[in-house]
């Protein structure tokens, strides 16, 4: 059968080896089969490997196909098909490049570049699918009678290789791990609302937020009386409500075990995202710029999942586990303690 033959819907193709002269070597040409995983899996089957079902893979392609530099059929260049697969696959593993590459049928080098061009691609589409929801005290409302909440926020470390010699230990975080510290928000659903991924481990939770434009947001009253929830690394403020660090009255202490029960949400979210896509529990070994785009690709594929209802799956490797919050003394930035003050005293004093 001819090599470059339709007549399987596995594409199967060579890459020549050059002598000295620049002559190919006939008899070494490295022989690669390039499958149709769409075909090849059922959808279960499919879900599993590439975390998204092949609906939503479909949905998906159709919206980035335009940013990705699509590569001819000439010279049998990679489809936009095997480069999202490709890319869906290093984020379900958190492997080594070689190993998706062989996986699709690709040189390393190939899959790295499509690594970092596929990423950038769906993380362009964060407007689409990380946005700010106007309908989400209810939902909160009901986890523990917590009210007028907008959104659970919290950070986590994304363990990466260091960077650079010279600005590796502003990476290296409290565990002495080369991480980058990711602030998210999630909604009562477990989608994300908000996700910050440019500071570096050594940054503190509350250095991230009072950075965002989030804080920004919240500040000029754009989200109306609604309270994100936090804990106590954040300054408690007018419109971030952290826990009591020493309750004292029975009002306190039922504002604290509904604010655990509620923040918990953003903890939940998290760990789904993580299991999902172990390649943020793992270490991500490619350049900073593709980093950021991978942890905000993720958390745009996240959405898709939960607003698909595509369930959450076990993870294919060994996950690394995490460790228990941190104890602040309290939060830095300014506070003010009076609103928390007056919802203890007029909602939970009942």
Request: with cysteine; glycine share 6%; hydrophobic share 35%.
């Amino acid at each position: 059968m001819d090599l470059f033959s339709d007549e399987s819907d596995n594409e199967m193709y060579e890459i020549g080896v050059f002598d000295s002269e620049g002559i190919v070597d006939t008899e070494n040409r490295r022989l690669y089969n390039r499958i149709n995983y769409r075909s090849e899996f059922s959808d279960s089957e499919f879900t599993y490997r590439f975390r998204l079902n092949k609906t939503s893979v479909d949905e998906l392609l159709l919206k980035i196909t335009p940013s990705l530099k699509v590569i001819s059929s000439r010279n049998n260049g990679i489809s936009p098909l095997h480069q999202l697969l490709l890319t869906l696959r290093f984020y379900a593993l958190g492997t080594m490049l070689l190993s998706v590459a062989d996986f699709i049928g690709v040189s390393k080098a190939s899959a790295s570049r499509i690594v970092h061009h596929v990423s950038r691609a769906i993380a362009g589409l964060y407007p689409q699918y990380v946005k700010t929801l106007s309908n989400t005290q209810n939902a909160f409302h009901e986890i523990a009678g917590f009210p007028r909440i907008l959104g659970a926020i919290d950070c986590t470390h994304v363990p990466i290789q260091s960077p650079d010699s010279n600005i590796g230990e502003e990476y290296r975080n409290r565990k002495g791990i080369f991480s980058m510290n990711v602030q998210g928000v999630c909604n009562a659903d477990l989608l994300f609302m908000n996700v910050v991924a440019r500071w570096p481990g050594s940054a503190h939770d509350a250095t991230t937020f009072n950075n965002s434009r989030l804080k920004m947001q919240c500040e000029e009253g754009l989200f109306g009386n609604r309270w994100l929830i936090g804990d106590s690394a954040y300054p408690c403020t007018s419109y971030l409500l952290t826990p009591l660090l020493n309750p004292t009255s029975v009002a306190e202490n039922h504002y604290n075990e509904a604010h655990i029960k509620t923040r918990n949400t953003i903890e939940r979210c998290f760990g789904v995202w993580k299991r999902r896509f172990p390649i943020l529990s793992l270490k991500i070994r490619v350049a900073m710029q593709t980093t950021q785009a991978i942890i905000i690709a993720t958390s745009v594929l996240h959405n898709i999942c939960r607003l698909n209802n595509i369930r959450d799956v076990d993870p294919e490797v060994a996950m690394p586990q995490e460790s228990g919050d941190i104890t602040y003394a309290e939060g830095i930035g300014q506070q003010n303690h009076s609103v928390r003050q007056q919802l203890i005293n007029n909602y939970f004093s009942v």
